[in-house]
């Protein structure tokens, strides 16, 4: 297992080129955020939006819009019911991540089916939440398409059938082949598991361990994916690292990190990757 | 009666385990804020939250779901009329809060009931506010459980039949051994009669004289109890004590406090409190 | 003429007596805030909250409430079609205010007279904005209540019958002792009429010729004359010359000052306003 | 092609004369952001409130009214599909500004055409966005008005028949002289077709490939035009120019470039415009 550094972000974050316009950096769709976790959505989006992908759509319950546009008013809305809309909104995407906040009741897993229904195997699709859980649950097979999983533990055990106590490098591994898709495992230094190399994150702090932290990297893989699509693989290597050492430096201050914080602090954070490829970790914040 | 100091804080507020994770740190389900008292709920969510409750969810009127989202995208959402639903998020809860913004007439009592209903006697239930007068005034049982009440003087009158002006410590003592609950009774130098134990507040400040104040103290002692749920009692020890003091902090440059500021001040202050056990005090807030 | 000085700034805002609690510092419940205008009531509002009175009710459109509480969880709301519950709080003020974004249609008429028919001689009663050009075309008698009026020229001169280019000192004097009200005549130079005496304000910027201006001045004065209610005309000078003087330093630095800066500034202001009395002024937003 | 400079700010913006009021500085009124779109009006009218004009009235789907009050209590309210309001707004209005987030169905194009039929020769209109493609599609011809064209290259292309490729200076300025209006190409290196001139911006940063950066700009146009409407011609450059110049400023420190801080530095930033007609690019965000 190699372990991540922060090598990563350099090799990711680039300086943007002087003649690009939002085109350029991708358009992500968003889905999920049902009647009651309409904060997951919006987290997402937050960081889709921060993390600099061109264009931002969130499809959510239409009772979450106004909470949406209040607080990020640089995304779109759609109805998650509305399916047509919905497709065409998928079809038109860069990265689509569905889950966050979706619930997994018999609306979530029609909007679901409508998303892997409308996905096209060139895009990203990021899984998450209670879309893992859906899939596990109700037998829904993953659509073709370049595949992220972002599960914790007991997720991945749903999906996989390997229980959390015996969720090996090994095992895990195996089923990432079968599934030919990215799988970030989600736990005490997170696992990444790619076509050809399994990495491990090192860094990160308890001071995330509240709710919403998923849901913020789950809107920075789509984010990541999006804007440098050029190297998907990298990009949510990038995400990660990026997600625990913004993390890491708020929690120097703060017995707890809210994840929007994270968020807001990416257009910042990324700029320090851009320009220092050394010392660069030294009082970003500041 | 004892007079509280900061050690209760360096008792309480410990370096989070590395290996911790959300479930590490309880869950807070709250229930209030009606079509009119919205914000109450809100601020007591606010403030459960960034105390580093693991998952806080807030059961309130419909009305409110957008103001609490776009505020605050980490507490989940329940409508507080659906009973069925908040009997689950009851039931699953590490400490349930109930009262703050839930009004007094017939819709309120009969959430009320559902809650007090589907609480078991191991959870810890915090009763503020409108839940105190309600219990009075229909002559509702406290249900089993680890409850704490948050009355201010007037609430504690109604509660405990003892008159403003003859609330001694020995007749509220012995109302509280009847109840067999830990009872903070608010008001100039807090009184917190646990089941051993009178302590008093001696720090505060008139600048939190202001509407909110109350329900944003019943979201922290929801906080801590989850968070900190190995030691109940201490841990409302604590929330009493961290409320007052940021508040005093705070109050050097300003005429009155915001009840949400003691909230978004909670991430920092509990670091130093976490690092360091003498002369942390000075500049948390610089 | 008098011109006021920041005298009365020091004369008016004393050191809270460390045991007061909320009541001591008065309620206030403004009215207005149509589908249209809902700003305006949520910046007067904000004025209310911050300037440090202990309770606040906002009565407005259904529609304003999601908003309201997502900027000022602090304060409560009614539906200001409610008339029982409309006259209930206006009932239970220390000052009524009513106007801001009120609008002028019928509805708004119903709900003007409601407030009249409400207040009782010992209320103060903030009347502004179209609450007044209302009383003007309607010819609403004003009620029984220590009144204050906050017009710009125009609404003087619908109420008085004084044109703009002859509101002179004697004119105004006598229609302000017909009245029997405090006139706060808002312009270049704003004067307010007083039972014994003419009062100038000399400070103030055009950095303030912004919208939501004078819903915020409405919403300070209310604040004020809640707060400081032992001597209401002094509670109504120092809010106009805080309003001004807090919005000259802060244009010192922008080209126009947004009406919920000054708001949010108060608490700090006041605090410095408490403390020194001579050399306050410097840096009080540093 | 003249080179737009800084001295195009100071040129434009002057301090404000003492004795000046709302109606000094114009009124705007914008009309966009449907059901899906909410967020592009909100950014535009923030930008066009941050800019100073008087009175900013925002007319769009009625689902958007919380979020815009949420953010921006100053800007006024209309549901943009009362025809009759819509028309009484823009005939009042010193700048019309329509088309961030209009979309481009038939309630869209029945909106559109209302206010063109509402507009008045001597009023400044900003056409953006869907407004543009709606012309073009529908066919619908321009008003009698002062008007500005706001397109990015394909928006024009739709406008002007010039294919992307094709678009030289001298075949826009060609068909800049049929319309007889002022058009803001944006692009890398924006240009600007005036009645006699044509201006290139040559500063701007790949950190505004971000969606709403548009409408911000149109709504900074918005608000310019209103306010300084003495000369609107070097309004829209000075609008222009200010936009790229505080997007550098913050991409200074950014990876990315949100829209809404480009319209919350505007106070400050044309402080230091008014003040200091050298040196004082430096500094200004500290």
Redesign the interface.
Same mark, same amino acid.
């Given at each position: 297992m190699k372990k991540l550094s922060d090598q990563i972000l350099h090799q990711v974050?680039k300086p943007? =080129?002087? +003649? /690009? $316009?939002?085109g &350029? $950096?991708g358009k992500v769709t968003l889905v999920g955020g049902n009647?009651?976790? #309409?904060?997951?959505i919006?987290?997402a989006s &937050?960081a889709a939006?921060?993390a600099?992908a061109? *264009?931002?759509t969130t499809a959510t319950d239409a /009772?979450? /819009? #106004?909470?949406?546009?209040? !607080? *990020? %008013?640089?995304?779109?809305?759609?109805?998650f019911t509305n399916d047509g809309q919905v497709a065409s909104l998928v079809s038109a995407a860069t990265t689509v991540a569905v889950g966050p906040g979706l619930g997994d009741d018999e609306t979530s897993e029609h909007i679901l089916k409508n998303v892997f229904a409308s996905v096209k195997p060139e895009q990203n699709l990021v899984i998450d939440g209670s879309a893992i859980t859906l899939m596990a649950r109700e037998n829904i097979s993953q659509p073709a398409a370049n595949v992220i999983y972002t599960p914790?533990e007991m997720e991945w055990q749903r999906l996989s059938g390997i229980k959390i106590g015996e969720q090996t490098e090994e095992k895990n591994r195996a089923v990432r082949d079968q599934l030919n898709a990215t799988v970030v495992l989600k736990?005490?230094h997170t696992e990444i598991y790619t076509t050809n190399e399994v990495y491990q994150l090192t860094i990160g702090t %308890?001071?995330q361990?509240? #709710? #919403?932290?998923g849901d913020t990297l789950a809107g920075m893989v789509g984010g990541f994916t999006a804007e440098f699509h050029q190297d998907v693989t990298n990009a949510v290597l990038a995400a990660v690292y990026a997600h625990s050492a913004i993390a890491e430096k708020i929690?120097e +201050? !703060?017995?707890?990190? *809210? %994840?929007?914080q994270i968020s807001r602090a *990416? =257009? &910042? $954070?990324?700029?320090k990757?851009?320009q220092a490829p050394s010392e660069h970790h030294i009082g970003f914040l500041n």
């Open positions: 974050i943007r =080129p002087a +003649n /690009s $316009f939002k &350029t $950096f009647r009651n976790f #309409g904060g997951a919006i987290m &937050t939006v921060c600099g061109g *264009l931002v /009772s979450n /819009s #106004g909470a949406l546009h209040a !607080q *990020l %008013p640089e995304a779109m809305f759609a109805d914790h736990k005490h %308890p001071a361990a509240v #709710g #919403g932290m929690a +201050n !703060q017995y707890i990190v *809210l %994840p929007h *990416l =257009p &910042t $954070f990324m700029k990757m851009e």
